[in-house]
């Protein structure tokens, strides 16, 4: 019953998710496997804004593919709206995936450079099948590049005309043009100016209000997670160390307290102590038995090298921490 | 004296001007933030500063740039070779292509060491791998020995700043050292910049788009919009009190901790392009505080108490009339 309930208020619901990757590290050596994600339980709730954060390398855009099946999960099960969605057959899916869009971080190369704007803005409909007449495309087009704060005299331009402000509104009025109600936004802002970054984020939160989207926004700026999302899911090394339940939750982990103290505020009577780290990122391909963030964490003991810590939760926030901060 | 002295430096491309009658000084031991968005001038002015500009088709137009009492403008290029690398280095913005590919990294600091210090061999590896060691690389001897590609971003911009670092410059340049890095990396190699500067007192001139960054680590700050200075102060006091309506709109592009949702601002528009540039105040189309003075009439950048503006409406600290 509690279960039921909880999966109306979550548009989506993923468990356990794992994703394998497999390489050789010579053309004859042995093969090697890499968990790029590795069991993670994400709830993502109607009309409002997840967060995923973590650097490089953390399994945050593998978790984005994922949730949309974009990559096919080694285990674990993803449900939408109520739907398991590796049960859905692909004809099904093609369907199901008008409600749920992503917005990729790099407008330069996610927009066809032959494609116009008004071209890039329809291959959406003809790929769904739908082929509105001449005057409804017009008037589509329209609507979608309004929606997006562009200006109608764009839409005969090709990508190399906008700049990347521009392209990434494209972006978005692309994912729009399903009229989607969940978008996944891959790190939307991490190839633009500080400037244009606050223009397309208060676009972001202009059309969640408007249209009552529900976002998985992807990162590794920690300051911008925190002032745009309602939950905070931070991942490090494919696997989730801490949920912060709202953006003003103090964090515990010290994986999450060093990423906050590497946003610098625009105050210089608030300048962070940045601790100059000497542990490395391990080797994703031979991680150490225990927990991943050990080699680089000052609290570090000798039970966190051997015995690797499981996600928690102590009512609304979730930790995977030994030595908790207070 | 200040290491660094610009008086009125203007670059020409051509028959385009992208740089207007920049000036800013910068002592030893200190750090000089030059900020704006892409487009403004920034590396323009630090391609200026190193001597660079024949590279792109450019040259220095008009003014002075003083370093340490030496003109560098008109300076021949024999005369120049034995300043940059050695006494003044630039740090680039991405490291994956300011490394030699086919180069063990080693090699290429060390070729610093022996070039400017006339180092042998074996005492300039010792030296590279000494730097790379205060950098807090984790087994320099083996990174030394590796190329660039087995190299992470944050590693490869650490080889980049070790290589700036061996030809022991009094002034460095860096332009937007950070900004292909993860938010953990990019506050790391900002504390090297600083402790570096703290320690060695050599000075820094950071270029960037990012007021956090000039807030956690410049002293001075320069503010720069389609090719002129619109703003300058110390950090202390232009974020306390910005005064041009450009610096106010990149200081609020940030969020603040707690800050309430909705109430980011981006500025709307973009920069124009050289050739481009609207009349009277360059940032006028985007200003939200336009009147129709700015439109028609090039705002003086005005002088007071160390503050420096170039708006119509800007009122100095301090200043009457």
């Known amino acids: 019953m509690a279960e039921t309930s909880q999966r109306a208020a979550d548009l989506l619901q993923a468990r356990g998710l794992t994703r394998i990757f497999s390489d050789r590290a010579s053309l004859f050596g042995k093969k090697r496997e890499l968990a790029a994600v590795s069991e993670v339980d994400l709830d993502v709730a109607r009309g409002r804004v997840t967060g995923v954060v973590g650097e490089s390398g953390c399994g945050k855009s593998t978790l ?88 109608p005299t764009l839409a005969a331009s090709y990508p190399h005309q906008l700049s990347g402000g521009q392209k990434q509104r494209v972006g978005i009025a692309r994912a729009l043009a399903m ?28 059309l969640q209000q408007d249209l009552g989207l529900t976002y998985l926004f992807i990162s590794h700026d920690l300051g911008l997670v925190r002032y745009f999302c309602n939950r905070i899911v931070v991942m490090y090394l494919g696997r989730v160390v801490e949920i912060l339940p709202d953006a003003r939750a103090a964090p515990r982990h010290p994986y999450t307290r060093s990423l906050m103290d590497s946003t610098f505020e625009p105050d210089p009577t608030r300048r962070r102590v940045v601790t100059l780290l000497h542990g490395e990122i391990p080797d994703a391909f031979d991680l150490p038995p225990g927990c991943a963030y050990a080699a680089r964490c000052p609290q570090a003991s000798a039970r966190c090298r051997s015995d690797r810590p499981v996600l928690t939760p102590d009512g609304a926030h ?7 901060l207070s | ?82 300043l940059r690398g050695h006494r003044m280095a ?26 400017h210090l006339s180092l042998s061999a074996a005492a300039a590896k010792a030296r590279s791998i000494d730097l790379l060691t205060q950098l807090r690389i984790p087994d320099a001897a083996t990174v030394h020995q590796q190329y660039p590609h087995q190299m992470s971003g944050g590693m490869k911009q650490r080889v980049v700043i070790a290589m700036a670092l061996a030809g022991e410059p009094e002034l460095i340049i860096a332009d937007e050292p950070t900004t292909a890095l993860d938010v953990t990396i990019q506050a790391q190699i900002i504390q090297i910049l600083v402790d570096l500067v703290r320690q060695r007192g ?69 920069v124009p392009s050289v050739g481009s540039y609207a009349a009277g105040c ?10 129709p003075i700015c439109q028609g009439e090039v705002p003086a950048l005005r002088e007071h108490a160390g503050q420096r503006v170039a708006c119509h409406f800007a009122q100095l600290e301090g200043a009457h009339g």
Do not use: W
Not at chain 2, 282 to 291: A, D, E, L, T
């Open chain 2, 282 to 291: 360059r940032y006028h189309p985007r200003c939200g505080q336009v009147q």
């Open chain 2, 1 to 82: 004296m200040a290491l660094l002295d610009v008086r009125e430096l203007s670059v020409g491309i051509g028959a385009l001007q992208p740089l207007d009658r920049i000036s800013f000084a910068l002592d030893k031991g200190s750090i000089l933030g030059l900020v704006g968005e892409s487009g403004s001038g920034k590396s323009l002015t630090a391609m200026a500063l190193m001597g660079l500009l024949p590279l792109i088709g450019g040259r220095v137009s008009g003014g002075s740039v003083r370093f340490d009492g030496t003109e560098l403008v008109g300076l021949p290029e024999q005369h120049y070779r034995p």
């Open chain 2, 90 to 115: 630039l740090i680039t913005q991405n490291p994956m292509t300011s490394l030699d590919p086919m180069l063990r990294v080693g090699a290429q600091i060390d070729q610093v060491g022996e070039l």
């Open chain 1, 179 to 206: 009229q989607p109600d969940f978008l996944v936004l891959d790190e939307p802002t991490a190839s633009l100016d500080v400037s244009i970054q606050a223009q397309i984020i208060g676009l972001l939160e202009q």
């Open chain 1, 318 to 324: 979730s930790l995977a921490c030994h030595h908790p």
């Open chain 2, 202 to 270: 050599l000075a820094l001139v950071l270029i960037t788009h990012d007021m956090g960054v000039v807030a956690q680590a410049c002293d001075q700050v320069v503010v720069l919009y389609a090719g002129r200075v619109a703003e300058s102060n110390t950090v202390d006091a232009i974020f306390a009190r910005p005064t041009h309506p450009y610096t106010q709109a990149l200081i609020a592009c940030i969020p603040r901790t707690g800050q309430a949702p909705g109430s980011l601002k981006g500025i709307s528009g973009m």
């Open chain 1, 64 to 151: 984005a593919r994922l949730v949309l099946r974009l990559l096919e999960a080694s285990s674990g099960s993803i449900h939408f709206d109520g739907i398991d969605l590796a049960g859905v057959p692909a004809p099904a899916l093609r369907t199901l995936r008008r409600r749920m869009q992503m917005v990729f971080q790099d407008p330069y190369s996610s927009i066809d450079p032959r494609y116009s704007v008004r071209a890039a803005l329809l291959e959406p409909l003809l790929v769904q099948g739908v082929q509105p007449g001449t005057a409804a495309q017009d008037a589509r087009v329209a609507s979608l590049m309004a929606m997006v704060g562009l200006n």
